[in-house]
């Protein structure tokens, strides 16, 4: 079966290809099985694989596909590789994938034959470009799934390209991660130029035999891999896209937007950790730049009243969790914490959706309420997710949140790389953004779920739960989100005995950074007790703030006595604007300057010159095209003349 | 003598073969197509399979008939092409001569012989022999190209290629005789030994210049090309396509063998020779297709132009060089079938459809051919992910390893003058609406259309996946350089 690996992108890839081809004439029938069918057997064949995978023990499987390019010394294979990293990026993927193309057919059932059709294409392929992504076995392969999840981002967020705050929200998620792949790409040129090589474990190996020769690479490269990492998974400063990506169709939001493609920066940056362990400043900025993205994008969501912009800036803050984790060395924590994330947050846009679907396509919060009672599985099912995302135990988020906050609070109080009290620091903000989160989120439930209606009768009126299709999705990522965080329980919560499964699996390709002096059982017990005790504050307060009779008083009164900090948060800041001030127009002028000035003057003028004396040239051969033959035969003869002459003389 | 007969297995074969379709299509009263047209190709398919075991069955290192021929890895590439592109000429040519009510047993038994001609090119190793294989290639040409006897332009095309032909025959023979005078032997081993041991006179240089004009006569370079864009214009399509692809590549594995292995002593002396006629060959060609209307004469000074791509890799020279040659003419081959395939298509009646401006719209009315066009006219042009791309790829790289920095230049500056007018077509299909009277009704031509198929999975395949392609052409190189 190991050897079937190339038939875990072949397959979606197929999907897609057969969807392309027929997007003209299929059914929805036929689409449906063609599209959620190539995700199924998708599923089926990545099951297959990791129950022989688990027998091995976690060793590397490594399987050359065909050989790509080769130039002089430059040979890429498109060789993937399976081991415990991509192995669990598989399962999660492939999983939430499945179970998302299963929602999408009742999601997107009211739309046409075409755009059906077309939705389950681009679906298809994004789900063959990340698992391309993720089974790379070297950064051009990975780069290839990193372009193809960026194309089909934006062709899903441009789904509905009528609209146009749509399709400018596509152009600007490219535009973004362009910067972002601008990094990686000159990364991997970097890569290839030190190491010769941009597979994984020939760069691995060439570091681990002599680290030294490799110095002054390693920091550069790691930085530039995180600008990559920066872009495509929406960290600061080039986080505005996701917000704006929500214009996308919410199983899109779901899948591409907060549980796969957005965590890819996170998994890159966990697979080339063999760069990043010789780099403590890399490490401290990846760390840094995580941990406050993580408050940033929290204060923000503060004050969002549209559902999915609440869970977009909640994604941002949480990646910025996963690079925190990363950046302190806990490797394993950090793609843990993607794991968890991916069912819940899934399970939360999933449930946004169902939600809008309910509410006839309203997504403002401030004009629903009480909706608990009208589509209780969908209820039900927000409220464990979001339970898991504020890190309530036993809930999945719990686990992997501790186990990141755990980790930060280690490297600070045992001075990982001489940087203690930077750690301590990000702590801090981390334990910050977790009260923040549960604040937010339960903002959210209350203003949805809770009180009265606040939209209008007729609405009210047509609220109604969703079919199953989609009821069972939620169903199945909730169970996901209460569940999966037993797979990684930390050392503490079991006192010592280990039975973190999940970091042991990973600690072949991932290894954890461990520091010299690990806080005391007692010490971290306090830490988690601090952490739950942090989020269950969030809760109360936002029940005060938002549910019984005083709902929304506090809040309102707040805004009023600091309207300029009110209007910061809800206008996220004003980033937007600064960029549009700062880059976007500066760029507009340069362009329209080399448009009219350079483009049209200079180059098409040379242009049109060349071409004209080119045209010129072509009518004078033309002219000796006469068709007469003895002149044919003249220029031959004249043509041998000349050729003997030149090797006489 | 067995081994002799085992080796030359496959041209005896396709020889008898193409008589007996020959006899067939004279003993069938009234014109069989469909029959004559699948013996056709299942004689090149048998023909291929011999091929095949023939070369399991011999040494490629042997000399067979007094050491006059081999059965390399070289031939067997080149014969391997030949045999494809015949194939496909064949199938091109069943709507064609159907519609043209032409009685297709001696077209087809003449494309036969053709490809026996050049087979024996590939793998003649004494210039007498390649020179038996080049005539019989060219006769079986000049009489394909006025094959239409009541189209005028087709006998003037014959014409036109006979007699221009026939004196380039006349200067090769010349420059043989000159230097079989010079040096006492027509063996390129022998020939290669004996140019090493001692300063070449006059005669061997005159013999050799004379040589390399007959040479750059076949692949239709500059000065010698002038019959190329009348007699593609006035060949059957099929026939323009056929002398634009296989006799070319003919050309180029004599002009290997020969410049590269025999004359490889003298290469100080031809090397700026050739090196200069691809120069010209390429700015020449693309500058004069610019000002084409007709697509036919358009494609026509275009295959000029990639004469002198080619030529590039040959003046690079060494195992990167001939190996790039290979692979281009591969890519080339399938590249300009394909395109020829869609004017064919498009010839409804006579010669309608032909020029430019009978291509507007086209791009809705017949997406999956225009797409196909499109391909073709991106590869031609040099642009990723078609195989045009990775062709030019090698020959420039070969070149610029080799140090002939100037002449990449002028190639890719002509690349770009190029795309002018392969993208003029692109532009009319698909960004140009048809009036509505269109003379371009299509008549159905499902063979056209499958082998328009056919070659635009190739583009596409070459173009993406080029290594297993690339490594068939560098492991069949190999032979080439040590005769």
Known sequence: MLDLLWLVPALPLAGALALLAGALRFGKRTTTAIGVGSAGLTLAAVAAILVQYAGMHGETVARHVFNWISAGDVTVDFALRLDPLSAVMLSFVTLVGFVIHVYSIGYMHTEGDRAYARFFAYLNLFMFAMLTLVLGANLVVMFIGWEGVGLCSYLLIGFYFDKEYCAAAGIKAFVVNRIGDFGFLLAIFWAFKVFGTVDFAGMATALAADPGRYAAAVTPIALLLFVGAIGKSAQLPLYVWLPDAMAGPTPVSALIHAATMVTAGVYMVVRCNFIYRLSPTAMLVVAAVGGVTAIFAATIGLAQNDIKKVLAYSTVSQLGYMFLAAGAGAFAGGIFHVFTHAFFKACLFLGAGSVIHACSGEQDMRRMGGLAKKIPVTYWTFMVATLALCGIPPFAGFFSKDEILGRVFAAGAGNLNGFGASYLVLWALGLAAAFLTAFYMFRAVYMTFHGEFRGTPEQWHHVHESPGTMTWPLKILAAGSALVGLLGVGTAITFGTDLNWFESFLHRVAPTVEVEHAPALATEWVLILLSVAVALAGILLARRFYSGAEAFAAPQRMAERAPAVYAAVANKYYVDEAYDRAVVRPLGKLARFSWKGIDTIAIDGTLNASAFFTEIAGDLLRFLQTGNVRNYALFVLCGALAAAAWLLL | ?483
């Open chain 2, 1 to 483: 003598m067995r081994a002799d007969l085992i080796a030359l297995l496959p041209e005896l074969m396709l020889a008898t073969l193409a008589m007996a379709v020959l006899l067939a299509g004279l003993a069938s009263g009234k014109a069989r197509h469909g029959l004559l047209g699948a013996g056709a190709v299942l004689a090149l398919a048998a023909t291929g399979v011999t091929l095949w075991l023939a070369a399991g069955a011999t040494d490629p290192g042997a000399h067979f008939f007094s050491g006059m021929f081999v059965l390399d890895h070289f031939a067997i590439f080149f014969k391997a092409l030949f045999l494809l592109t015949a194939a496909l000429v064949v199938l091109l040519s069943h709507d064609y001569l159907k519609r043209n009510d032409y009685r297709p047993g001696e077209y087809l038994a003449l494309v036969m012989f053709a490809t026996v001609g050049m087979m024996t090119m590939a793998s003649g190793v004494n210039l007498a022999v390649i020179y038996v294989g080049l005539e019989l290639m060219a006769l079986s040409t000049y009489i394909l190209a006025g094959y239409f006897r009541r189209e005028v332009k087709s006998h003037e095309a014959a014409a036109k290629y006979f007699v221009l032909g026939a004196m380039s025959s006349g200067i090769l023979l010349y420059g043989l005789s000159l230097i079989y005078g010079a040096t006492g032997t027509l063996d390129l081993a022998t020939l290669a030994r004996v140019l090493a041991s001692a300063k070449p006179g006059p005669s061997a240089l005159v013999g050799v210049a004379l040589l390399a004009c007959g040479f750059l006569f076949k692949v239709a370079a500059v000065p010698f090309h002038v019959w190329t864009p009348d007699v593609y214009e006035g060949a059957p399509t099929p026939i323009t396509a056929f002398m634009s692809v296989g006799p070319k590549a003919a050309a180029f594995a004599m002009f290997l063998r020969v410049f590269i292995g025999g004359l490889a002593p003298l290469a100080a002396s031809w090397i700026w020779l050739v090196g200069v006629a691809a120069a010209l060959t390429m700015i020449w060609g693309n500058v004069a297709a610019l000002t084409q209307d007709n697509v036919k004469r358009m494609l026509a000074y275009s295959s000029i132009a990639h004469a002198g791509y080619a030529l590039v890799g040959l003046v690079a020279g060494g195992p990167a060089g001939v190996n790039s040659v290979l692979f281009y003419m591969l890519v080339y081959t399938v590249t300009n079938i394909g395109a020829f395939g869609f004017v064919i298509l498009l010839e409804s009646r006579g010669y309608a459809g032909e020029t430019v401006a009978d291509y507007a719209g086209l791009a809705r009315r017949h997406p999956a051919a225009a797409f196909g066009m499109l391909l073709f006219m991106l590869s031609l042009g040099g642009i990723p992910p078609t195989a045009g791309f990775m062709g030019k790829l090698y020959l420039f790289a070969a070149a610029v390893n080799a140090g002939y920095v100037w002449l990449v230049v002028v190639a890719v500056l002509m690349s770009a003058v190029s795309l002018y007018y392969y993208l003029r077509i692109v532009l009319q299909m698909y960004l140009r609406e048809g009036d509505g009277a269109e003379p371009a009704t299509l008549v159905a031509a499902p063979w056209t259309e499958r082998v328009i198929w056919a070659c635009g999975v190739a583009v596409l395949v070459i173009g993406l996946l080029p290594a297993p392609f690339l490594a068939a052409a560098r492991a069949m190189a190999g032979a080439v350089g040590l005769l």
